[in-house]
């Protein structure tokens, strides 16, 4: 993720001139501060952007990117600003939702704060492929709980300051 402003408008406005006809989607790191979120947003808004992705890894030392339930709460309170912020401008944006999923819980609770689509790595790596299956019956019956009838009517109801 670039977090140099001119760059990264650059970078957009160089896409843009590809005309690429498929959905672009720009990964956010969950260690931005609120100004850097909000300069981010408003020069993507301006470009050939599809939707966010919140989070990709967080930088806890020189070692590198960690995921997993350490980035969770980061993620999840980047995923809630950025919808709101969103949702200010008046522009319809694809909200990926992804950092530390290991649960229906975990996936219903980016769901709430405005995710759209959920996306998880370190939960399959510990539990494996079936917890997908897992996420998805146990997505259904947290659905049927709040009387939602599909993952659409519960984007972003549970989204106060987070
Ligand atoms: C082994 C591994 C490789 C990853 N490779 C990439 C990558 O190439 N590009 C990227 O944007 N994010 C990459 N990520 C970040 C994940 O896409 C995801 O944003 C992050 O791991 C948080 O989700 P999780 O807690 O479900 O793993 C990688 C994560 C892991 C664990």
Redesign the pocket.
Known sequence: MLTDPELYSKLLTEIDKLKINKPIFV?LSPDLNKRQIDILLDISLKHNISGFIC???TKCDERGGY??KI?EDKSNSLLSYVYRKIKKSGKKYVLIG????FSAEDAYKKIKLGANLV?????M?YNGPGLISEINYGLVKLLEKDGFSNVSEAVGVGNKDY
């Not at 992804?98 to 999923?101: A, E, F, Q, R, Y």
């Not at 996306?119 to 939960?123: C, M």
């Open positions: 990964k989070s990709n890894l995921s997993g980035v992804s950092g530390g999923i996306e998880l790595i370190t939960g790596i």
